[in-house]
């Protein structure tokens, strides 16, 4: 725009300059050069001569500056506008850009959360495996002069990972040892039998043994529930999912205990823990179902209606009934 400027100007220069030649020759041609003369009326007709030949002429080449000035002018404020057009659409690109990285790390960053939560999640379950392989019972049981067939009938001589009032629960003949998930099947056994559901008497005498076992149980929910992870029931239902039916059980009963109750029993109840759970009986467990949370038991309808007859009818029609052999048997 700027060289077109200078371009109009030189032309208009030009122009004046023919035009002002072009008055002279007139002139002179017509009145002939006569000398500088003295006489101010001459030099006022002089003047007269060339404004109104000369004045019309800039006038209208004035006029037609201005109209070439606001054509440019025209031309500048498209070319701007053009200009700002295209500024906005790099804008857009540059925003579209940025968004698409943002997106783009966003999904890094979550992949990556992702990545690091079920690595520490498989740990914690490596570690929780390793704790309940770790449990054991050992009772070591050598005859006496009479024989023996089980525990009763002869003497102990060490024993590990059981009370000494429980020997004959297990049924021990000479040196007997069960380790992991053998192990929780004898506690419920012995929780059952000897201690009649009683679980604050039971866990004086056992939480020496399986307080890490459903320690690192709870720390495993916890840090799922804790997380920012999306599908958390889906990790929920991979950790249940390495329960036994006895493991189940016997967490369904710590639960209800003082320990359990504390913040174990709520996360139970949020992530439907106790679904699947198959062998909880009516003589022994529909008031314990009751203490739960319905939501505890997904979409079990059994355990759902046995939840809804005791809460109904405000008491329990099972309990009175008692335990017998059966019920308390595995």
């Not at 320990?259 to 992530?271: D, M, N, P, Q, S």
């Not at 809804?308 to 309990?319: L, R």
């Amino acid at each position: 725009m700027k060289k077109d400027l200078n371009d109009d100007l030189i032309v208009f220069i030009k122009i004046g300059a023919f035009f002002i030649v072009l008055a002279f020759v007139f002139y002179f041609i017509n009145f002939g050069f006569q000398g500088l003369s003295n006489d101010q009326e001459v030099w006022a007709q002089f003047g007269d001569y060339f404004g109104g030949v000369l004045n019309p002429v800039f006038a209208f080449l004035a006029f037609i500056a201005l109209l070439i000035t606001i054509n440019l002018q025209n031309k500048a404020l498209t070319q701007s506008k053009e200009e700002l057009e295209l500024t906005r659409k790099e804008l857009e690109k540059s925003t579209k850009a940025q968004e698409e990285q943002s997106r783009s790390l966003k999904l890094q960053n979550q992949a990556t959360m992702q990545q690091v939560f079920e690595n520490t999640f498989f740990q914690l379950n490596e570690l929780f495996n390793n704790i309940k392989k770790g449990l054991s019972i050992k009772v070591d049981i050598f005859k006496d002069e009479n024989g023996f067939i089980d525990g009763s009938g002869g003497t102990v001589t060490d024993y590990f990972g059981i009370d000494d009032n429980d020997f004959n629960t297990l049924d021990c003949i000479n040196t007997s040892k069960f380790i992991s998930y053998e192990v929780i099947e004898k506690y419920l056994l012995i929780l059952k039998k000897n201690y009649w559901l009683d679980y604050e008497e039971f866990n004086k005498r056992y939480e020496k043994y399986t307080g890490t076992y459903f320690g690192q149980a709870y720390q495993i929910i916890k840090f799922i529930d804790d997380s920012n992870i999306e599908d958390k029931q889906r990790y929920i239902n991979i950790f249940r999912a390495q329960f036994t039916k006895y493991e189940l059980e016997f967490l369904f009963y710590h639960c209800l205990g003082k320990i359990g109750k504390r913040r174990f029993k709520a996360l139970i109840e949020e992530y439907e823990f106790f679904e699947h759970i198959t062998n909880i009986e009516k003589r022994e467990g529909t008031k314990s179902i009751s203490e739960y949370n319905i939501s505890t038991y997904g979409k079990n309808e059994d355990l759902r209606k046995m939840h809804n007859d005791y809460k109904i009818e405000g008491k329990d029609k099972y309990w009175n009934q008692g335990f017998d052999e059966k019920s308390l048997s595995l």
